[in-house]
């Protein structure tokens, strides 16, 4: 049937990731996605005011390059463990770059009020960071099919 010649979500979901093949290809796969999205973010940061000179520079390319491409290979190692993909991978890789990156003073914790951690001492920024990194991953991979 013709219908069957199509790859279902449910089924590239479903595929092992347990095996040399899988994991080679999501450690490389990663790879021209990452640095073609790196300048796309670049080139947001430069319409919204930044140099250009500032905006394209190898540090920046290589941070927002080598996040993007981090936040995807983490998940190489949990898809492994568990046999299969999950949206709780995801959570799990924006969560600690997050963590991560507030902690190291490269981020900032967005949309929440600064004030947010003054008035609750308990919550610290990166902890917050986790969570709200960590919730957009989950979110986009829901909309985008992945199974819990």
């Known amino acids: 049937s013709p219908s069957s010649s199509f790859i279902t979500m449910e089924s590239y979901y479903r595929r092992s990731t347990r095996t040399f093949t899988y994991q080679k290809d999501c450690i490389l796969s990663p790879i021209i996605s990452s640095i073609t999205f790196g300048g796309i973010f670049a080139g947001i940061d430069a319409v919204q005011g930044v140099p ?49 990156g507030v902690s190291r003073g490269v981020l900032g914790v967005p949309f929440v009020d600064p004030t947010f951690t003054y008035r609750y001492p308990q919550v610290s920024a990166p902890m917050l960071a986790f969570m709200i990194y960590g919730g957009i991953a989950g979110a986009l991979s829901a909309f985008g099919g992945k199974p819990l």
Do not use: D, K, T, W
Not at 80 to 97: D, Y
């Open 52 to 100: 250009l000179a500032q905006a394209f520079s190898p540090r920046m390319l290589g941070r927002y390059m080598g996040g993007i491409y981090v936040y995807n290979v983490v998940q190489c190692p949990m898809e492994a463990i568990h046999g299969r993909q999950s949206l709780l991978h995801n959570v799990m890789a924006a969560g600690m770059l997050g963590y991560v």
